[in-house]
């Protein structure tokens, strides 16, 4: 990859054109987020979602930090979590995703506080947070390692970072993916968001996505230990987790 260029789904594309295009999509896409979710994965981000708070060992009185909340579906379950000693933080790049998760978390009567910043540079002090997640969001930032230094920076000691993002499936299940991908997903997003074009990104940033043992190894270099992972629907996602000792 030659100096100051990324990729945005196949293309190459300079890094700040690319933070501008993912800017777009999310926008786009805001509005109808948790329907599309729904509709993907036939329901099933609930259940991996679920099972990163389960693996989270958060507790009540802790703190977290949600990076790229989105539509808040984690930053929700982490509150129940903790409970009113607790906090939970929202981040997101997007001021559109993350109205729409404070919107979501306000009608549950959940006020968590917001920060409007970029997963590269998070403006909280080294120590801050007892785990930090983010789901379904590593995949669009322009420098993962960064980004994944920056949860572990923030982290205390005994802290986890959990990632849960889209992965490499069984390989059996490829051909199957690969259709629904290229050929369902675009289709949804024209009829139910409105936008073809940022679902055939989405299934092009999956592919883009560094695999599960990749994923595993740049954690370890971003400064967390005992890192492992957990292949949920047959590797199609997968629940990284790692500490900081």
């Known amino acids: 990859m030659s100096e100051g260029k990324t990729h945005f789904g196949y293309q190459q594309v300079p890094e700040d054109e690319k933070v501008r295009r993912v800017g777009d999509v999310f926008r786009s896409v805001a509005s109808n987020y948790d329907l599309m979710n729904d509709l993907m994965s036939m329901g099933m981000h609930r259940y991996w979602k679920r099972f990163t708070i389960e693996m989270s060992g958060v507790r009540a009185g802790q703190s977290v930090l949600d990076v790229a909340s989105g539509s808040g579906d984690l930053a929700a379950a982490f509150a129940k979590r903790v409970g009113s000693a607790g906090r939970v933080v929202m981040t997101d790049i997007n001021e559109a995703m993350l109205r729409v998760g404070r919107d979501k978390l306000i009608d549950r009567g959940l006020f968590p506080p917001l920060a409007l910043c970029d997963a590269?540079?998070?403006?909280?002090?080294?120590?801050?947070?007892?785990a930090v997640s983010v789901a379904f969001g590593l995949r669009n930032m322009t420098h993962k390692d960064r980004a994944l230094a920056e949860m572990a920076r923030v982290l205390r000691p005994g802290g986890r970072v959990l990632v849960l993002e889209f992965s490499k499936p069984w390989k059996p299940l490829g051909p199957a993916y690969d259709a629904y991908s290229f050929s369902v997903l675009p289709?949804?997003?024209?009829?139910?968001?409105?936008?073809?074009?940022?679902?055939?990104?989405?299934?092009?940033?999956?592919?883009?996505?560094?695999?599960?043992?990749?994923?595993?190894?740049?954690?370890?270099?971003?400064?967390l230990d005992r890192v492992e992972y957990f292949n949920l629907s047959a590797g199609v996602v997968a629940l990284h987790r790692g500490y900081k000792l």
């Open 120 to 130: 590269e540079k998070l403006p909280f002090p080294d120590g801050t947070f007892d």
């Open 187 to 223: 289709v949804l997003g024209k009829y139910v968001a409105r936008d073809e074009a940022a679902y055939r990104y989405l299934a092009e940033s999956i592919r883009m996505h560094p695999d599960q043992e990749t994923l595993k190894s740049m954690m370890g270099e971003a400064g």
